[in-house]
Structure formats: structure tokens, C-alpha cells
């Protein structure tokens, strides 16, 4: 079997742990105090965030354990951070995860057995147990992800099962973390921002260098918002312009269905433009916006395998046509 290169990865059973995990999964993002140097040319392909199981035990009873397991695919491999990003980085107002990585999520698996019976290789599984004694830093190991997408229900091309469809593996939310200590704050959507001051920060801080981008290019732009972002107009040409902003990792962004549609939709040129690691200073009023890392995508038009449903519409059925279906009486408000 083909093997890949995973980042094992320890989180443990701290509400300040557990916090950083529910935060990490909604906004795409994982971190580690320090760099290693054989992070500098490694390239994952993906990671597992475990927890539930002490890993100060020695090997041979750390394989006696379960742990739940978090499978991620890896996006854009590790970068410096320079934004605060996570909850207790806000609150010290300092970068304490400054060795970062985005992170998709494929699947949760519940009581994953860590030994010979379960999906790891036994260096796979050690590799968690030794990042839990080491600050929950990030082991880099070599292993088969055949056995972790087969247990995930996950389809996959044997002869190369990196390439993961996103639109076939089922995901998760940070609702599904069940740490002892459950964190009382919840958050929803990939990449929220729980505070709107600071999530309006971060548009604008995005929109304002998508704009002089354009502008320098000699493009004239008028910010509309809604069905797009930004219409550029050139002469004859012209472009709309989709911006994202987060203090995280560019690794996936929120679309409606109705940003989908218009990029599709062969009548429209249109580019997506994102900013990835904005700082956001809290403490000044209004808050203070500024750098970031620009990704920009001309000609955009999202594939079907690089879309994941997060909700559905749902159409009521007539009531005529269920079985047990009653009209309720009018009720007057």
C-alpha cells in the first residue's frame, strides 16, 4: 500500500484544550508553539487530531487504548502564522501557535482502537502518544491512509488516495467534540468569528486590499456586496470579484448557493480573492485590521468534488400527500 505523510497529533482533555479544538475545526486551522526543523520541507498530506486516551503510559499500554480520532486532509502545508488565532491567544493578546497548518476535515471515528486492531500502524499510533508528552506537538510519520478512509466510509483511488473528493467524505462539525469538559461557548460555520466587530474587521481589511489590487491594475471598482463582492469594469471587460478574510489558514471559504451559481455561470468572469492571516488589533476602537496573505484565483469556478453541503433546504411536503398529515388550526399572533 502507498504510504502518506501524516501529522499525529495529541489534544488533550483541558476546557482550554478542548476550546482550541472546537475553534481549530470551525475556522480550518491547527498550530504548534514551535517550529520543528523537519517541518521546513515536509509535506503532509494529512493529519489526526486524537484525544480521549493519557499518553504519559508506556507503548505497550497506550495499545491497549481507544482514542477518538479527528481525519483531516492537510491544505497548503505549514507556514509561520503572524494573527492571533485561537481563543487563549485572544485572551494572553500574544502568538502562541505561531507553526501552522489548515486542515480540512474528512471524518470523526469513535473508539478507535490505538493497537495492531485498529486503522494506525503502530509507529501512527505512537507518534500521537509521543506528541502528547511533548506540548502536543506535531509528529510527522509515514503510513498507508487506506485503512483511516475505509474505516471513514470514504471512497478512494488505491493508486493514489491523497486525492480526497471532498463532496464524498461526510466531515464534521465542532458540535461532535465530546471532550470530559465540554466548553460552554459554541460557534457554527466554518471559518465564524464569534465577535462582529472584529468578523466586519476582516471583510473590510480583505475587501480594501482586493480593491487596490484591482485599482493598480488600472480596473475600476465599485463594491456591491450582493449577488458578488466587487464588479471591476476595464474598457470593454469586466470582472466580479468574490473576497474572503480570515485570521486562520486559507483552506476552505463559506459560499451560498447563490455565490456558486454566479460563478458558474458562463455569462460571468469571475475571480475569487482571499486574505489569510489578517491580525485584528481588539484593544483600539474601531479594531485594527492589517496584514495578511493573499491567494488569488482568476477565471474562478468551483468543482463539484471541492463542495461540501454544510445545510439543506428542505420542501415541505403537502400535507395531502402524507400520510398522517393534518392541517394545524389557523393560529392568530
Known sequence: MKS???VMVHVGQSIEAQRNLEHGIETLSWGFPEEKPEYKSAQPQFAVLATGASPRVQLEDWLQKTATLYLFQVRGGFYKGTAWHWPDEEAERR???????????????????????????????DAIRRSGTDRGMGKLVQMPAQRLLELAGIPFDPADPDDVPLDKSPGFTAEQVEGKRKPQRRRRGAGYISDPKKRKAIEEHAEQLATAHYEKQGWTVEKLGKPYDLRCTRGTEERHVEVKGTTGAATSVELTINEVLHARDKDNTVDLYVVSDIKVDTATDP??????????????????EDLRPRKYEYRLPNLTDWPTGQPAADVNC
Open 4 to 6: 502518506s505523510t501524516f
Open 95 to 125: 502568538l502562541k501557535y505561531p507553526q501552522r497548518f489548515g486542515i480540512e476535515p474528512l471524518a470523526k471515528l469513535d473508539n478507535v482502537p490505538l493497537g495492531p486492531q485498529g486503522p494506525l500502524t503502530q509507529a501512527g499510533s
Open 287 to 304: 479594531y485594527a485590521p492589517s496584514g495578511g496573505t493573499v491567494w488569488h484565483y482568476p477565471d474562478w469556478e468551483p468543482a463539484e
